[in-house]
C-alpha cells in the first residue's frame, strides 16, 4: 500500500468516515492537481474493500466474519537475481472461502535466464520459461483472479511486497489489499519450534510433496492457515479482528476493529 495514504486507509479500520471527508482527505494526500473520484476507483480497483452504506464509507472486513471472507493464499517463486534484476517467474495462488477452495491460479512468468542455484531449488529451467506469458500479462491477470479477496501469504510481507513492486515495474498500481501472513498467524496459535513451511508441512502432518513451487506452497500454506484457524479465540469474529490479532503486535482489543451496521 502507498505510505501517503496509509494513516487515511489507518481509520477505516475502526470507524466508517463519511463519503464527502474521505475523498476529501484523498485529495489532500494525493495532491492539488487529483482527481478525488478517479483516486477512490483506483484504489477499489486495486484490492481495496471499500463500501458505502447511505453516505458513509468503511473497509467490507471491519463488518465480513472471517469464516465468510474470501481469502487468497498465494506464493512466488523469483529468479533470485540482483534487485535491478529481480523478477517472478511463477505464481501461485489459491481462492478460499467457507472453508473451500472455490478457485486456483497458476502460471509462469517468461525469464530469458534462470540461475543455476534456482534450477536446483525450484525445477524451474530457463527453457520452461522461454514460451510463458510476460510479466505485465500474469500480473493483470492475477489483479483480476485476486480481486479485493484478502492477500494470505507464508512471509506476506515479502510476497505482497514483491508483487507490488513487479506491478509497479510494469506499469501498474500496487496491490491495495489488506493482507494476513500464515507465520504470525501460526505463532500466535500453534505451538512448534519452527514456523518456516517446510517444517510446519512435517509437523502438522500437511505432508505435501512438492516444495519450492508456487502452487505447491500456496497449497501448504492453506493447510498452515485451515489449522491455524481451527484454533483462533472465539470471540475473534470479523475479518479486521483476525488481521489485528495476527498482527505480531496483536489487537490489545480486537473488537475495536468490528464496525457494527
Known sequence: MSNRYNNLLEKLRYAPMPKEEFLRSIC??????????????ILKGSGLPLEEEGEMVYFSTTRTPYKEQRFCIVDVETNGSLPAKDQIIEIGAILYQGGKIIDSFESYVFCKEVPEYITKITGITSEELKDAPSMKEVLTRFR??????????????????????????????????????????????????????????????????????????????????????????????????????????????????????
Do not use: Q, W
Request: net charge neutral.
Open 28 to 41: 489532500a494526500v494525493a495532491g492539488l492537481y487529483s482527481d478525488a473520484d478517479s483516486e477512490y476507483e
Open 144 to 261: 483480476l483472479f485476486l480481486g479485493d479477496a484478502v492477500f494470505v501469504a507464508h512471509n506476506a510481507l515479502f510476497d505482497y511486497g514483491f508483487l507490488g513492486a513487479m506491478m509497479k515495474r510494469s506499469g501498474m498500481d500496487r496491490l491495495h489489499n489488506r493482507k494476513l501472513c500464515t507465520i504470525d498467524l501460526a505463532r500466535k496459535t500453534i505451538p512448534a519450534d519452527r514456523y518456516g513451511l517446510s517444517f510446519l508441512n512435517e509437523f502438522l502432518e500437511i505432508h505435501t510433496e512438492v516444495s519450492h513451487r508456487a502452487y505447491a506452497d500456496a497449497l501448504t500454506a492453506l493447510r498452515v492457515f485451515e489449522e491455524s484457524l481451527r484454533r483462533v479465540p472465539s470471540e475473534i469474529i470479523t475479518t479486521e479482528e483476525l488481521i489485528s490479532f495476527s498482527s505480531p503486535k496483536g489487537a490489545k482489543n480486537p473488537k475495536k476493529s468490528r464496525i457494527s451496521r
